[in-house]
Protein backbone atom coordinates (compact mmCIF):
# COMPACT_ATOMS: atom_id res chain seq x y z
CA UNK A 1 0.00 0.00 0.00
CA UNK A 2 2.50 2.05 0.75
CA UNK A 3 4.29 1.75 -2.22
CA UNK A 4 1.36 1.99 -4.70
CA UNK A 5 0.50 5.30 -2.57
CA UNK A 6 4.62 6.58 -3.51
CA UNK A 7 3.66 5.57 -6.98
CA UNK A 8 0.66 7.58 -7.70
CA UNK A 9 2.38 10.26 -6.11
CA UNK A 10 5.27 9.59 -8.28
CA UNK A 11 2.84 10.06 -11.39
CA UNK A 12 0.64 12.87 -10.64
CA UNK A 13 4.11 15.10 -9.79
CA UNK A 14 5.45 14.02 -13.52
CA UNK A 15 2.22 15.24 -15.05
CA UNK A 16 2.58 18.47 -12.89
CA UNK A 17 5.85 19.06 -14.15
CA UNK A 18 4.59 18.08 -17.72
CA UNK A 19 1.51 20.56 -17.66
CA UNK A 20 3.80 23.49 -16.03
CA UNK A 21 6.09 23.05 -18.70
CA UNK A 22 4.69 22.76 -21.63
CA UNK A 23 2.40 25.48 -22.86
CA UNK A 24 -0.85 25.60 -24.77
CA UNK A 25 -0.75 25.83 -28.64
CA UNK A 26 -2.93 28.63 -28.77
CA UNK A 27 -0.78 30.69 -26.71
CA UNK A 28 2.58 29.70 -28.81
CA UNK A 29 0.26 30.57 -31.76
CA UNK A 30 0.09 33.82 -30.60
CA UNK A 31 2.96 34.73 -29.27
CA UNK A 32 4.31 33.73 -32.76
CA UNK A 33 2.08 36.26 -34.62
CA UNK A 34 2.72 38.70 -32.01
CA UNK A 35 6.74 38.37 -32.73
CA UNK A 36 5.66 38.36 -36.34
CA UNK A 37 3.66 41.54 -36.15
CA UNK A 38 6.73 43.52 -34.41
CA UNK A 39 9.00 41.91 -37.33
CA UNK A 40 6.64 43.42 -40.41
CA UNK A 41 6.02 46.67 -37.92
CA UNK A 42 10.01 47.38 -37.78
CA UNK A 43 9.87 46.29 -42.09
CA UNK A 44 6.90 48.96 -42.48
CA UNK A 45 8.96 51.63 -40.88
CA UNK A 46 12.29 50.63 -42.88
CA UNK A 47 10.48 50.61 -45.57
CA UNK A 48 8.46 54.25 -45.25
CA UNK A 49 11.83 55.83 -44.10
CA UNK A 50 13.06 54.63 -47.45
CA UNK A 51 10.12 55.62 -49.05
CA UNK A 52 10.22 58.91 -47.89
CA UNK A 53 14.14 59.27 -49.20
CA UNK A 54 13.35 58.24 -52.19
CA UNK A 55 10.51 61.08 -52.76
CA UNK A 56 12.91 63.29 -51.82
CA UNK A 57 15.82 62.28 -54.17
CA UNK A 58 12.94 62.14 -56.90
CA UNK A 59 11.70 66.19 -55.67
CA UNK A 60 14.99 67.21 -56.34
CA UNK A 61 15.92 65.05 -59.46
CA UNK A 62 12.86 66.81 -60.95
CA UNK A 63 13.73 70.34 -59.52
CA UNK A 64 17.37 69.86 -61.34
CA UNK A 65 15.80 68.28 -64.54
CA UNK A 66 13.54 71.28 -64.94
CA UNK A 67 16.26 74.08 -63.82
CA UNK A 68 18.93 72.29 -66.66
CA UNK A 69 15.93 72.08 -69.21
CA UNK A 70 15.44 76.04 -68.28
CA UNK A 71 18.86 76.40 -68.66
CA UNK A 72 19.43 74.86 -71.86
CA UNK A 73 16.25 76.54 -74.01
CA UNK A 74 18.23 79.89 -72.48
CA UNK A 75 21.45 78.54 -74.06
CA UNK A 76 19.50 77.86 -77.06
CA UNK A 77 18.16 81.00 -77.64
CA UNK A 78 21.41 82.74 -77.27
CA UNK A 79 22.65 80.56 -79.86
CA UNK A 80 19.82 80.91 -82.16
CA UNK A 81 20.03 85.07 -81.81
CA UNK A 82 23.64 84.54 -82.30
CA UNK A 83 23.79 82.47 -85.39
CA UNK A 84 21.19 84.58 -86.35
CA UNK A 85 23.58 88.04 -86.10
CA UNK A 86 26.17 85.78 -87.92
CA UNK A 87 24.40 84.96 -90.95
CA UNK A 88 23.11 88.50 -91.23
CA UNK A 89 26.86 90.01 -91.01
CA UNK A 90 27.77 87.47 -93.76
CA UNK A 91 24.93 88.25 -96.34
CA UNK A 92 25.15 91.86 -95.69
CA UNK A 93 29.07 92.23 -96.21
CA UNK A 94 31.09 96.07 -95.13
CA UNK A 95 34.17 97.19 -96.06
CA UNK A 96 36.99 94.98 -93.91
CA UNK A 97 39.62 97.28 -92.47
CA UNK A 98 43.17 96.22 -92.56
CA UNK A 99 43.95 93.81 -90.14
CA UNK A 100 46.25 95.37 -87.08
CA UNK A 101 49.45 94.80 -86.22
CA UNK A 102 48.60 92.53 -83.49
CA UNK A 103 46.80 90.38 -86.15
CA UNK A 104 42.76 91.54 -85.33
CA UNK A 105 40.72 92.52 -88.36
CA UNK A 106 37.36 94.54 -87.92
CA UNK A 107 33.98 95.12 -90.05
CA UNK A 108 32.08 97.80 -88.73
CA UNK A 109 31.10 96.20 -84.72
CA UNK A 110 32.58 93.32 -85.17
CA UNK A 111 36.46 92.31 -84.54
CA UNK A 112 38.60 88.82 -84.86
CA UNK A 113 41.91 87.66 -85.03
CA UNK A 114 42.33 84.35 -87.41
CA UNK A 115 44.82 81.98 -85.46
CA UNK A 116 46.53 79.99 -87.49
CA UNK A 117 45.33 75.96 -87.25
CA UNK A 118 48.85 74.46 -88.01
CA UNK A 119 50.05 76.72 -84.93
CA UNK A 120 47.76 75.19 -82.76
CA UNK A 121 47.26 71.87 -83.45
CA UNK A 122 49.14 68.47 -85.38
CA UNK A 123 47.92 67.76 -88.89
CA UNK A 124 44.49 66.21 -88.07
CA UNK A 125 44.49 66.61 -84.04
CA UNK A 126 42.05 68.87 -82.13
CA UNK A 127 44.79 68.84 -78.98
CA UNK A 128 46.37 72.15 -78.25
CA UNK A 129 50.50 71.95 -78.81
CA UNK A 130 52.15 74.04 -76.42
CA UNK A 131 53.25 76.82 -78.30
CA UNK A 132 49.36 77.12 -78.99
CA UNK A 133 48.97 77.46 -75.63
CA UNK A 134 51.13 80.06 -75.17
CA UNK A 135 49.28 82.47 -77.87
CA UNK A 136 45.95 81.51 -76.88
CA UNK A 137 47.29 83.05 -72.96
CA UNK A 138 48.19 86.33 -75.24
CA UNK A 139 44.48 85.94 -76.62
CA UNK A 140 43.26 85.97 -73.20
CA UNK A 141 44.99 89.04 -71.81
CA UNK A 142 43.43 90.47 -74.88
CA UNK A 143 39.87 89.72 -74.31
CA UNK A 144 40.31 90.59 -70.61
CA UNK A 145 41.78 94.42 -71.51
CA UNK A 146 40.02 95.42 -74.87
CA UNK A 147 37.06 93.04 -74.74
CA UNK A 148 35.70 92.88 -71.43
CA UNK A 149 32.41 93.88 -72.28
CA UNK A 150 32.28 91.61 -75.35
CA UNK A 151 30.96 88.83 -75.84
CA UNK A 152 33.30 85.79 -77.59
CA UNK A 153 32.83 83.27 -80.64
CA UNK A 154 35.17 80.41 -81.25
CA UNK A 155 34.71 79.03 -84.64
CA UNK A 156 36.84 76.29 -85.98
CA UNK A 157 37.38 76.20 -89.70
CA UNK A 158 39.44 73.94 -91.81
CA UNK A 159 40.29 73.53 -95.80
CA UNK A 160 38.53 71.39 -98.01
CA UNK A 161 41.23 68.41 -98.08
CA UNK A 162 39.34 65.31 -96.83
CA UNK A 163 40.37 63.65 -93.49
CA UNK A 164 42.62 60.86 -94.33
CA UNK A 165 45.35 59.95 -91.35
CA UNK A 166 42.79 60.50 -88.48
CA UNK A 167 39.67 59.48 -90.07
CA UNK A 168 38.96 57.41 -86.94
CA UNK A 169 38.43 60.55 -84.78
CA UNK A 170 36.56 62.49 -86.96
CA UNK A 171 33.26 61.96 -89.38
CA UNK A 172 34.79 65.08 -91.34
CA UNK A 173 36.00 68.38 -91.14
CA UNK A 174 33.20 69.80 -89.59
CA UNK A 175 33.90 67.99 -86.63
CA UNK A 176 37.20 68.09 -87.01
CA UNK A 177 36.74 71.92 -86.53
CA UNK A 178 33.78 71.72 -84.10
CA UNK A 179 36.27 69.62 -81.84
CA UNK A 180 39.07 72.22 -82.49
CA UNK A 181 36.83 75.54 -81.33
CA UNK A 182 35.32 73.40 -78.11
CA UNK A 183 39.30 72.54 -77.95
CA UNK A 184 40.12 76.69 -77.75
CA UNK A 185 37.34 77.43 -75.81
CA UNK A 186 37.84 75.42 -72.98
CA UNK A 187 41.39 76.34 -72.58
CA UNK A 188 39.67 80.10 -72.68
CA UNK A 189 38.05 79.39 -70.07
CA UNK A 190 40.69 77.57 -68.25
CA UNK A 191 42.78 80.52 -68.89
CA UNK A 192 40.01 82.52 -66.84
CA UNK A 193 37.33 83.82 -69.42
CA UNK A 194 34.04 82.93 -68.33
CA UNK A 195 32.14 80.38 -69.87
CA UNK A 196 28.62 82.61 -70.16
CA UNK A 197 30.54 85.27 -72.67
CA UNK A 198 31.69 82.36 -74.87
CA UNK A 199 30.07 80.09 -77.72
CA UNK A 200 31.34 77.34 -79.85
CA UNK A 201 31.17 75.80 -82.87
CA UNK A 202 32.90 74.71 -86.49
CA UNK A 203 31.80 75.47 -89.97
CA UNK A 204 34.59 72.79 -91.57
CA UNK A 205 35.36 73.92 -94.87
CA UNK A 206 32.16 76.21 -95.85
CA UNK A 207 33.41 79.69 -95.28
CA UNK A 208 37.35 79.84 -96.78
CA UNK A 209 39.07 82.90 -96.23
CA UNK A 210 41.14 82.14 -99.62
CA UNK A 211 40.92 79.32 -102.44
CA UNK A 212 41.31 76.03 -101.69
CA UNK A 213 43.47 75.37 -105.20
CA UNK A 214 46.82 75.88 -103.41
CA UNK A 215 48.82 75.08 -100.91
CA UNK A 216 49.15 79.02 -99.33
CA UNK A 217 45.25 79.44 -99.98
CA UNK A 218 44.59 75.81 -97.92
CA UNK A 219 46.84 76.95 -95.30
CA UNK A 220 45.36 80.29 -94.63
CA UNK A 221 41.90 78.58 -94.31
CA UNK A 222 42.93 75.96 -91.99
CA UNK A 223 41.69 78.44 -88.53
CA UNK A 224 39.70 79.45 -85.78
CA UNK A 225 38.73 82.28 -85.16
CA UNK A 226 38.04 84.18 -82.15
CA UNK A 227 35.14 86.72 -82.71
CA UNK A 228 34.13 89.52 -80.41
CA UNK A 229 30.11 90.78 -80.88
CA UNK A 230 28.50 92.73 -78.82
CA UNK A 231 27.07 91.91 -75.88
CA UNK A 232 23.36 90.69 -76.08
CA UNK A 233 20.86 92.74 -75.44
CA UNK A 234 18.92 92.43 -71.79
CA UNK A 235 16.74 89.59 -70.76
CA UNK A 236 13.24 90.33 -72.01
CA UNK A 237 14.39 92.51 -74.83
CA UNK A 238 14.34 90.24 -78.12
CA UNK A 239 16.82 90.41 -80.89
CA UNK A 240 14.97 91.86 -83.57
CA UNK A 241 14.34 94.98 -80.87
CA UNK A 242 17.55 95.24 -80.91
CA UNK A 243 18.63 98.54 -83.13
CA UNK A 244 20.30 97.79 -86.30
CA UNK A 245 23.58 97.54 -87.22
CA UNK A 246 26.43 97.54 -89.97
CA UNK A 247 27.17 93.51 -90.38
CA UNK A 248 30.14 92.79 -92.22
CA UNK A 249 31.21 89.17 -93.21
CA UNK A 250 33.08 87.80 -90.34
CA UNK A 251 35.33 85.61 -92.85
CA UNK A 252 36.60 87.74 -95.74
CA UNK A 253 36.60 85.55 -99.31
Known amino acids: MRMSRWMVLGVSGLLLTWNVGCKNPDQVQIETMQGRIAELQTENQRLSEENQGLRERLARAISERDAAIARANSLQQQVNDLMSQLAAAR ?124 RAGKAQNRRVEIIVVPPRPATGTSASAAPARESPSLSSE
Open 91 to 214: AMPAPIEQPRSDGWERAGVYEWLPLDADFLFDSGRADLKSEGRARLQEVVSTLNSRYGDKQVWVLGHTDTDPIRATRNLWKDNLDLSANRAMTVYRELMNMGIRPERMIAGGQGEFFPRASNAN
